[in-house]
């Protein structure tokens, strides 16, 4: 079965550049979800869209940005890089439904910033 | 604030071993709980959990989840060493995006 599609697998920056991130749900789902996850920490909410609105806002920086297009597919921008944003970035899609929203995580993307 | 807490954080048990593994969460309007495996990669889906009682199963793995005592537990019977991973709980909350609100998970160590 299809899963989630995240590009690139591994990223490395200097500070103070940008990057963009790419996530790619699972076919037919409305909504998509950034999440952070920091060395042995658990993933921390950035942002999700449903139907390309953002529906939810988490802890994500000022320097961030994230869309979601006509295709359902989303990017999230990051700008400034700081050494901080050094972490995985996990996409997950679903469903939306009233009690069948399990979202499916994608295979992350490893930021690294020098 | 709303809370996600699991317990051990972390664990160590020998193959053939049963564990039982907790959540409990305070937090409003709760749609869901969800457990998820991650190995060192993308966290994945094992199971939802939406009515109190009720137990999902899965192999050697089942949860049940107390609504009254806002809590869910995972067993793992029979551990084998691919069982080895960190287990995150994650509650759904109503009107919130769907975003998920995760516990620092729980590192499942199974020793030959």
């Known amino acids: 079965a299809a899963g989630v599609i995240q590009s690139p697998r591994h990223l490395i920056k200097e500070k103070r550049e940008t990057a963009t991130l790419k996530c790619y749900p699972i076919?037919?789902?409305?909504?998509v979800y950034w999440y952070q996850q920091g060395p042995g920490q658990d993933p921390q909410f950035l942002i999700s869209?449903?139907?390309?609105?953002?529906?939810d806002k988490g802890s994500i920086p000022d320097r961030f940005s994230a869309q979601q297009f006509s295709d359902y597919h989303s990017e999230l921008n990051m700008s400034s890089l700081e050494l901080g944003d050094s972490a995985l970035y996990f996409c997950a899609s679903s469903l939306k439904g009233y009690y069948t929203d399990t979202q499916y995580f994608g295979p992350g993307t490893r930021l690294t910033v020098l | 604030e709303d809370k996600v807490v699991q317990s051990p954080l972390s664990l160590v048990v020998h193959e053939g071993d049963t564990v039982t593994l907790n959540c409990s969460y305070e937090v409003t309007n709760f749609r869901s709980l969800l457990w998820y495996k991650q190995e060192k990669k993308a966290p994945t889906f094992l199971f939802m959990l939406?009515?109190?009682?009720i137990e999902k199963k899965s192999g050697r793995l089942s949860s049940i989840l107390d609504k009254k005592e806002l809590f869910s537990i995972l067993n793992i019977t029979a551990t084998q060493t691919g069982d080895s991973a960190v287990y995150l709980c994650a509650v759904d909350i109503h009107n919130q995006g769907g975003k998920l609100i995760f516990g620092q998970g729980t590192e499942l160590s199974v020793k030959p």
């Open positions: 076919p037919r789902h409305d909504t």
């Open positions: 939406t009515s109190s009682g």
């Open positions: 869209f449903y139907e390309k609105m953002q529906s």
